[in-house]
């Protein structure tokens, strides 16, 4: 039984920073993909940032440079730090493990003022 957790969402001033973690139970957690994607109201869900097994990263352009991926194997968790932060990017943020038929967390609340 695969189980993820997500922590870390808040409400942050505009320019402020977050760090988003993504606990995912199960053996081998070394061995997949994680992703982070994100739902605001009304609109649809889209991805935002995949860290592979390889530990290779990639970014939805909106938030390169601003945001990073990383994961931490030993602790079976993914984070996702987020500094410059913009009104647009307040959403769910969701934690998402490839594999198997796919994994979805709960989702954390990133709201952030202008």
Same mark, same amino acid.
């Given at each position: 039984? !695969?189980?993820?957790?997500?922590?870390?969402?808040?409400? !942050?001033?505009? /320019?402020?920073?977050?760090?988003?973690?993504?606990?995912?139970? /199960? %053996?081998?957690?070394?061995?997949?993909? %994680?992703?982070?994607?994100?739902?605001?109201?009304?609109? #649809?869900?889209?991805?935002?940032?995949?860290?592979?097994?390889?530990?290779?990263?990639? $970014?939805? +352009?909106?938030?390169?440079? #601003?945001?990073? %991926?990383?994961?931490? +194997?030993?602790? +079976?968790?993914? $984070?996702?730090?987020? +500094?410059?932060?913009?009104?647009?990017?307040?959403?769910?943020?969701?934690?998402? #493990?490839?594999?198997?038929?796919?994994?979805?967390?709960?989702?954390?609340?990133?709201?952030?003022?202008?």
């Amino acid at each position: 039984q !695969v189980q993820i957790m997500e922590s870390g969402g808040g409400l !942050v001033q505009s /320019g402020g920073s977050l760090r988003l973690s993504c606990e995912v139970s /199960g %053996i081998a957690f070394s061995s997949y993909a %994680i992703s982070w994607h994100r739902q605001a109201p009304g609109r #649809r869900r889209e991805w935002v940032a995949t860290i592979q097994d390889s530990g290779t990263t990639d $970014y939805v +352009n909106s938030v390169k440079g #601003r945001f990073t %991926i990383s994961r931490d +194997n030993a602790k +079976n968790t993914v $984070y996702l730090q987020m +500094n410059s932060l913009r009104p647009e990017d307040t959403a769910v943020y969701y934690c998402y #493990r490839w594999g198997g038929g796919g994994y979805w967390g709960q989702g954390t609340q990133v709201t952030v003022s202008s």
